[in-house]
C-alpha cells in the first residue's frame, strides 16, 4: 500500500496532470518511438491519484473549473 500524499504534493500531482496529453491523444506519430513510454507515465500518474481517492477524469474540471463544460455527455 502507498502512502497518501499530502496536500501540496497531490494539487501538484493534478496541476501536472491537468496538463499531460490524455492517453487517446498520444501515437506513433505525435510522439515517435517513445508513445509508449508516454503511456506508461500517463497510466502512473492516474494510478497515484487513484491511490490518493481522485478520479483522474474529474481532475481537470477541479483545476479548471472556468473552461471546463459541465457536462461530457
Do not use: C, Q, W
Not at 500500500?1 to 501536472?16: F, P, S
Not at 496538463?19 to 498520444?26: D, L, S, T
Request: charged share 30%.
Amino acid at each position: 500500500m502507498t502512502d497518501k500524499l499530502n496536500d501540496d504534493a497531490l494539487m501538484a500531482l493534478k496541476i501536472a496532470f491537468s496538463y499531460m496529453p490524455r492517453a487517446i491523444e498520444v501515437n506513433k506519430y505525435e510522439y515517435g518511438d517513445r508513445y509508449l513510454t508516454v503511456l506508461e507515465h500517463i497510466e502512473t500518474v492516474r494510478e497515484e491519484l487513484f491511490a490518493n481517492d481522485v478520479d483522474p477524469e474529474e481532475v481537470y474540471g477541479e483545476i479548471n473549473p472556468d473552461i471546463t463544460p459541465n457536462s461530457s455527455y
